[in-house]
């Protein structure tokens, strides 16, 4: 089954009619997704558009609910959502300045970044310190804009339009001013997406002339290049100029999502962007296929990545029953570089439904440039369901997974789990992956004593959160060290001894143990108690049960020190255990 991605243009665009729902937050997890209630029931239109900056923090536009409503800002912040209305402080002018929002795109600074949309024609606003700011320009009022994309500093950005004689409008953001640019007569660019760092750009437009095929346009050296070839062979997007989704990494590939050609297919088409050209490319569906008869159709609404090309596409399949009927149900796909993967939408809250796939969308989608942040609309043929948070996939049932922490984050190409929040600003703090090595699993919960907590394992590490702590001490170390030492405690090593009176060595009366070379001056720079706990063992040498290789050890309350001699002279001589391994596995029973 093929399909073809990227995506703007979006069919809640059109101002709707009623919806009634309550607000959610979703962790996928097991293939499933968990679904937490925020306690806010809120009326709403269809939600034309949505953007979160680096903390996961941002703002979506809806349509009214009704004839007699009005449309709506709301703001999303802490994992939950409300609307804001006029009188809100946090709105400021962000509600009485704005007529009708297709497009938001925020910035790295919180509450800065870019909006377009109409209102007595076409309209631009800058949106500063939460509030919009109308911006000036000289377009006239016969044009739609059509397509908004901001680097993530700001200071790049590119807004795609139509006269309505068909011609194309162009505008670059530089210095802070939307410069209107040239374009080619019958290859205008409609749809434009930008790298989160602001160095790749691609477009689509037509390929030499109106009612031709569209084909993809890549930004290079101060000019756009046409991408109508993969490798020498011809590769036009069979499609006119009509855009689902689009979006770039920082390595500069993207992704293009187009809906299916007026004859053939009713399959959404996907287009891999590379520097070697556009490629279609295929998603298989296994769990569509699994709770089906046979897969009629999909539709894919949209795709977003961040900055290292990991993310997720959304949309809706038409299945075969098993009483012979046709249901759609929502699909959720992640995407890593490369690779897919189908998660289960069993827990989202959204039925199977009647109505075509291209009435039952989870989007608008929005990511934050790291990715550590996605939320997603769900909605049915114009009619707002709900929001929800995303993390990543998780498949275990123990442990389970927790709702993600709130504020900004990392997320890496070497894992495939990101930190967020206070997770994220301690592991940064102490070390970062020299220190405590990469996530090996999502936020999931665990009893602490007689608590439950949210935690976070790393190669090295276990990371608790306790909010009832004030920052920084809302995080600490899971006493891994005690774990493995406790029941090694009648050994002579794990043993009290006396202070060895060695030059360079500091003994510790509180566990009867001495710390010196070569670990003392790592304990003691790198964050000493907090970070290390008080030592349980004397140094000696240990087989690793990772590696299985012999090592120079010492044992703490929350760590194990490892000299490696292979490392010598750089900042890996001296590491932490694999303790998160260690423990998670002992724990489970399994590798994560």
Not at 145 to 160: E, F, K, R
Not at 262 to 284: F, N, W
Not at 285 to 299: A, M
Not at 513 to 526: K, T, V
């Amino acid at each position: 089954m093929l399909f073809s991605r990227k995506m703007t243009t979006h069919p809640l665009r059109h101002i709707a009619v009623i919806a009634l729902l309550l607000g959610l937050a979703i962790s996928v997890s097991g293939g499933r997704a968990t679904v937490q209630a925020q306690g806010q029931t809120v009326r709403v239109g269809p939600i034309v558009t949505m953007a979160i900056d680096n903390t996961g923090s941002g703002w979506a536009w809806a349509g009214p609910a009704s004839l007699s409503e009005d449309p709506k800002f709301l703001r999303i912040s802490g994992g939950t959502y409300r609307p804001l209305t006029v009188n809100d402080r946090d709105a400021g002018e962000l509600v009485r300045n704005a007529a009708a929002i297709d497009d938001i795109a925020l910035t790295s600074r919180p509450g800065e970044g870019w909006a377009i949309g109409t209102g007595g024609g076409p309209r631009i606003w800058h949106l500063q310190n939460g509030t919009l700011k109308n911006f000036l320009h000289n377009l006239g009022r016969n044009v739609l804009l059509t397509d908004l994309a901001v680097s993530n500093d700001g200071t790049d950005g590119w807004i795609t339009g139509s006269r309505t004689d068909l011609t194309g409008v162009l505008l670059r953001l530089r210095d802070g001013q939307w410069v209107e640019q040239p374009q080619t007569p019958g290859n205008e660019l409609r749809y434009v997406a930008i790298s989160p760092n602001g160095a790749h750009a691609w477009a689509v437009g037509q390929m030499g002339g109106r009612g031709s095929d569209s084909a993809a346009y890549e930004w290079v050296n101060g000019a756009w290049v046409q991408r109508n070839t993969f490798k020498g062979r011809p590769a036009a997007i069979p499609q006119r100029v009509v855009v689902n989704g689009l979006s770039v990494d920082d390595n500069g590939n993207g992704w293009l999502l187009s809906p299916p050609p007026p004859q053939g297919t009713r399959d959404t088409y996907i287009t891999r962007l590379t520097d070697e050209g556009p490629q279609q490319v295929s998603v298989d569906l296994p769990l569509t296929k699994q709770n089906s008869s046979g897969i009629v159709s999909v539709y894919l609404h949209e795709a977003k990545v961040n900055a290292v090309g990991n993310g997720w596409i959304t949309g809706a399949a038409q299945v075969q029953t098993a009483a012979g009927g046709t249901e759609t149900r929502p699909v959720l796909v992640r995407v890593l570089d490369d690779d897919f993967l189908e998660v289960s939408t069993g827990r989202l809250g959204v039925k199977p439904s009647s109505v075509d796939p291209i009435d039952l969308s989870l989007s608008p989608l929005a990511i934050t440039p790291d990715g550590s942040h996605t939320w997603l609309v769900a909605q049915e043929d114009l009619k707002f369901l709900s929001m929800f948070e995303l993390s990543e996939p998780w498949f275990q049932a123990l442990p389970a997974s927790a709702p993600a922490i709130s504020g900004p984050g990392y997320c890496f190409q070497e894992s495939s789990y990101c930190l967020r929040g206070a997770f994220a600003r301690f592991w940064q703090a102490n070390g970062a992956v020299t220190q405590l090595g990469f996530p090996i699993t999502p936020e999931v919960t665990e009893r602490l004593g007689d608590k439950t907590y949210t935690v976070q394992y790393t190669e090295r590490a276990r990371l608790e959160y306790h909010p009832e702590n004030k920052p920084p001490n809302d995080v600490l170390l899971g006493l891994l060290g005690n774990t493995l030492v406790n029941p090694r405690l009648g050994e002579d090593l794990f043993k009290p001894v006396q202070p060895n009176n060695t030059p360079g060595s500091r003994y510790f009366p509180e566990t009867g143990h001495n710390i010196g070379a070569p670990f003392l001056s790592l304990w003691e720079s790198r964050g000493g108690i907090p970070v290390f706990g008080l030592p349980r063992s004397e140094a000696f040498e240990e087989q690793s049960a990772i590696d299985g290789k012999t090592y120079l050890v010492q044992y703490f309350e929350r760590n194990r020190l490892e000299y490696h001699p292979e490392n010598k002279g750089t900042d890996s001589e001296l590491l932490l255990g694999l303790l998160g391994l260690e423990q998670f596995q002992q724990t489970y029973g399994y590798r994560p």
